[in-house]
């Protein structure tokens, strides 16, 4: 390997490996496309080989770049450990903590934990943000974050996950729609209802997890985009626009216009777990760990 190989060509070379997208992947690494490909055309002139084949709708990898990508993953993972042993190495006097929040559940089902670990280590700096899951458990792997609070079913290889809730999921639809009066709403009453839903590739765990549920039952939704925020969502179903399967705690979002009613069938939950590698050197990870835990007893 050439010594002018640095840290940030394995970064580069992670993103566009899992994106399979040069657009995309630029987006996530904040940068412009152009840069991103002379980074990743210059590693390959420097390792001899090529690492994707390119195309028109988006890039794969090459045998050379499968067999490149899990020494890419273990050389910035090892990395990032360095740089936290030597910062853990202040011992709790001082540093940086951060805690990863699933947007997709209303943030009070979540445990909050985030003041309580402030309070008992003010010397330490602790950071919470909001994300997809997906995009959680991405951040905890390449260091950003510390642990994050993340749907079931995201696919969370690599991490330890112990789950904290489960809770069901509830149609959300205008208060004057027809089926507002029902107390309890089937799947039979949603065939041809505009459902707002989700991606896959904004969490194709829990994705695959529904697509399995709807086909044993034969429901196929009528699916429409959905907001990037559920305040959005809400606002737009109560226009009439749409409605919306969402996690129970979600009836905390007082919208007018907005009612939510339980599912007939059982088994369509969604549920948060904490997520984090065990290999984590903070020694604030396993107070944070325990305060989950005794707030999830407390509940």
Known sequence: MSDSIDLRQFRYFLAVSE??????????????QPPLSRQIRQLEEQLGVELFVRGKAGVSLTKAGSAFLPEARRTVAQAEKAVATAKAARGAEGGRFAIGYTT??????????????????????IATKGKHSISL??????????????????????????VVLEEPLLVALPAGHRLAKKRRIGFDDLRDEPMFWFERRLNPGFYDHCQTIFERIGFKPNVIPEPAEHHIMLGLIAEGQGIA??????????????????????????GIAVAYLKSNPSPLLRPFLELVRKKQKAA
Do not use: C
């Open 19 to 32: 994106e399979l997208h040069f657009g995309r992947a630029a987006l996530r690494l904040h940068i412009s």
């Open 104 to 125: 997709v559940f209303d943030r009070s089902v979540i445990p909050d934990v985030a003041h309580l670990l402030q309070e008992k280590y003010p010397g330490w700096r």
């Open 137 to 162: 458990v991405r951040e905890i792997k390449n260091g950003s974050i510390d642990a994050a609070f993340i749907g079931l079913f995201t696919d969370s290889q690599g991490l330890t996950t112990d």
């Open 245 to 270: 399967l969402i996690a129970a705690s979600m009836q905390s979002i007082k919208r007018r216009g907005v009612v939510f009613r339980p599912l007939k069938e059982a088994g369509l939950t969604m």
